[in-house]
């Protein structure tokens, strides 16, 4: 069978956490975590990278620092993970839905403006698949309006838009190292701070709503509670783990933009025969082959496929279910304009098997099978 999704494993993994347990240093915030963040500021150029437990985390992090309070409205694609809207919901937010575009399945920026209201606080564009969202209209929509930028950058780790790392455009990014991610470290994610404004109260609310993080810099002789917090930070183990990866992340990412690059060959006779469609990357982005997925005719078509696939002994995999007509979606968020494409795209996509070590045998021989279900 090949699986859907492998977590990445490089090789020094299990080297650096043996070096944890036997240093004793388990906690959060140790040599390890401190390297991934460092590794990711001068990667990515971020001014402060603070990993923490999650990407679902790290939004609400971004919600507590933006002050979001009961009756704010956060403006976000309903074609999205549910983390997204549960970080500002359990703030007491409204979520408002606006409508994707079909080529990439982000946010339609040019839906936006019409969906602001006196109560819009935040714009929350996610980067589906590691292709950036159009980012220099967004920020511009967000400056006229005074308006927080939050990227829900889950599956834009090492991918660019116009030159700039994905979660270091808006005032806040949000990374997720998931075992589902590119890189992982079983769960975790980090925040990505744009301006240094916020770093200190991050780093309270990051530890229990303390001042810890100063107390372990020599800034304060004793630490104490100063405001709401919770405890977003993960054990230096985990760390351990994706510090291994990001040791390798242009490797990592080479591999999968060559399995990428091979299905999007092979299956492109596929698309210009008018039978499926393929992921398109606009001009100014550059990926980081997060996934592949292709595009049936209709639901029908693609549960066909994907039970074909499976009996071929391959897994896909589609998602997700529009957020706005789910049960808490549709108390907890509105849809501003029509849904156009959301639900209409949605039920077209299936996702294909990637990841780091899907051999070149498997991947064509993935196309192989889908150009036959096609026949
Ligand atoms: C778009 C998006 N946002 C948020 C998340 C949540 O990430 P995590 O599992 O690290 O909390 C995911 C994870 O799948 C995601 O794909």
């Known amino acids: 069978m090949i699986n859907f999704n492998v977590p990445p494993f490089t090789g020094n993994e299990m080297k650096y956490i043996k070096e944890c347990v036997e240093n004793q240093k388990i906690c959060g915030d140790g040599a390890y975590t401190k390297k991934c963040n460092a590794w990711m500021e001068e990667k990515f150029g971020a001014k402060k990278c603070l990993l923490t437990t999650s990407c679902t985390h790290a939004t609400e992090m971004t919600a507590l620092l933006a002050g979001i309070k009961e009756g704010d409205e956060v403006i976000m694609p309903s074609y999205t993970f549910v ?10 937010a409204k979520v408002v839905f606006v409508d994707i575009r079909p080529d ?26 590691g292709v950036a969202c159009e980012m220099d209209t967004i920020l511009d929509i967000a400056k006229r309006h005074n308006l927080l930028v939050i990227e829900d950058a889950a599956q834009g780790v090492m991918a660019k838009y116009k030159g700039k790392a994905l979660g270091t455009i808006g ?4 990374y997720s190292f998931h075992e589902t991610k590119n890189y992982s470290m079983g769960e975790g994610g980090a925040l990505l701070i744009r301006d240094d404004k916020y770093i200190e109260d991050a780093e309270i609310i990051r530890e229990k709503g303390t001042d810890r993080s100063k107390f372990f810099r020599g ?10 917090g919770s405890s977003y930070l993960p054990s230096d183990m985990n760390a351990a783990y994706l510090y291994a990866q990001l040791e390798m992340a242009d490797e990592i990412n080479k591999a999968r933009l060559e399995i ?3 299905y999007y060959k092979g299956l492109k006779p596929l698309a210009d025969a008018g039978k499926i469609e393929l992921p398109v990357i606009p001009e100014g982005c550059t990926h980081n082959a997060h996934m592949f997925y292709i595009k049936a005719k209709d639901i029908t078509e693609r549960t066909a496929l994907i039970s074909f696939l499976k009996e071929n002994e391959i897994l896909s995999v589609f998602h997700y279910i529009p957020l706005h007509t789910s049960p808490a979606g549709k ?3 509105r849809f501003s304009g029509e849904d156009v494409y959301t ?5 077209r996509l299936t996702r294909l098997p990637l990841y780091y070590g899907l051999t070149k045998e498997q ?3 993935i196309i192989d099978k889908i150009k036959e279900f096609y026949k």
């Open 83 to 92: 983390s997204t809207a549960d970080a500002f919901v359990l703030r007491g």
């Open 104 to 129: 990439t399945m982000n946010i339609d920026e040019t839906k936006i403006e019409a969906a602001i209201t006196e109560k819009t606080k935040a714009i929350v564009p996610v980067h589906y698949a």
């Open 171 to 174: 005032d806040f990014g949000c």
């Open 219 to 228: 800034q304060v002789d004793k630490y104490t509670w100063v405001s709401a």
């Open 260 to 262: 990428w690059d091979t």
């Open 331 to 333: 108390k907890l968020g």
């Open 343 to 347: 639900t209409k795209e949605s039920e």
């Open 363 to 365: 991947n064509l021989y």
